[in-house]
């Protein structure tokens, strides 16, 4: 069952799943020693369902956040979609290939970035590896040093080129391994967690990156993330998934539109007033003369407010505060399908 809030591309779109599915096989744990090796011996099973049944479409060019919260199925999700895992069933094209039966030709098409692990030499200088993936891909010479130059601009590696991999920060290592992922020019790329870990600066400095990519580049990016801020800033389109299940598939907008229901707005009062009540909201916030008000969107405008506002109050200056991703998102974490789709 596709989510709410349907995804618009189609069958011709780069990435194309139907009914995707992963199961697992999980023995249960006995407490003690003598549970332990019983259930070596055991052929009891439990069946975990993490991915249950996902339809997705991604059009070329696009850059789709995948959220969900922890054991929701976005990592078996990418890790079916990069042919590290092959479904328990349903069907999967991706760049015109099924993933895990056409693994050279299809490898040398995407590019991958795990932010828990890298794809470089742990002991080799950062040149170094870069230099074995290019004969790797069999990337031209002079289209290697190319990119180099263009990643190098972007991602500022001339620092660490020469440092072993075990050595460079975690903030450098990343840079390293989201060059290594572009380095043979791939049509898509998937990014689990590229920020995890980050400082603010360096966190910048990556989704810079990204963004260029897929701006200049045209190149199609799957990001996994629980940092929102990540969302907020790169992707136009946002799937969620919760329980291995597809909730929401649509834009930034419609997603703070169906489910973002409280508003804000924050008004700087031009005198001292004692109370400063306004029909159809609710203070929640004051500072001196800065009040900040919280409204249902659906119950009244925006703009009626305002209307009221200025009719009763001299008024300094005033915003209208949307809520952030993570309030908007927080029901499909806390409650699942059923707490996301009573927003319906």
């Not at 925006?302 to 200025?310: F, G, K």
Request: hydrophobic share 45%; net charge positive; aromatic share 6%.
């Amino acid at each position: 069952m596709p989510g709410i809030g349907a995804g618009a591309t189609g069958a011709g779109g780069l990435i194309h799943a139907r009914g995707l599915v992963k199961h697992f096989k999980v023995a249960p744990r006995r407490p003690g020693l003598l549970g332990a090796l019983r259930g070596l011996a055991s052929r009891e099973a439990a069946t975990v369902r993490a991915v249950d049944g996902i339809d997705l479409d991604v059009a070329a060019g696009e850059l789709v956040g995948y959220l969900g919260p922890n054991g929701a199925g976005k990592s078996t999700t990418l890790k079916m979609l990069t042919g590290i895992l092959v479904p328990t069933a349903g069907e999967v094209r991706v760049a015109g290939h099924v993933p895990w039966a056409d693994r050279v030709a299809y490898t040398r098409r995407i590019g991958v970035v795990f932010g828990q692990r890298t794809n470089l030499w742990w002991d080799l200088p950062t040149q170094d590896s870069l230099e074995l993936l290019r004969h790797v891909y069999r990337v031209p010479a002079d289209r290697f040093r190319r990119n180099l130059r263009v990643f190098d601009d972007l991602l500022e590696l001339g620092a660490f080129m020469h440092t072993p991999v075990r050595q460079l920060s975690l903030g450098q290592r990343m840079r390293a391994d989201l060059a290594a992922a572009l380095l043979h020019d791939p049509d898509l790329v998937f990014l689990d967690e590229p920020t995890i870990g980050l400082d603010v600066v360096a966190k910048g400095r990556i989704r810079e990156f990204i963004r260029s990519i897929n701006a200049e580049r045209g190149v199609t990016v799957m990001l996994t993330t629980h940092d929102l801020g990540d969302v907020e800033k790169l992707c136009r389109r946002v799937v969620v998934i919760a329980g291995g299940r597809l909730l929401f598939d649509g834009t930034l907008e419609g997603l703070h539109a169906r489910f973002g229901h409280a508003r804000e707005l924050v008004v700087d009062f031009d005198a001292d007033y004692a109370e400063v009540p306004l029909d159809g909201a609710t203070v929640v916030a004051r500072d001196g003369r800065r009040v900040t008000y919280r409204f249902a969107r659906g119950t009244v405008s925006a703009s009626e407010l305002i209307r009221r506002l200025v009719d009763r109050y001299r008024v300094a200056d005033l915003t209208v505060r949307e809520p952030d991703i993570e309030a908007v998102i927080r029901p499909f974490y806390e409650g699942g399908a059923g707490a996301a789709c009573a927003g319906r």
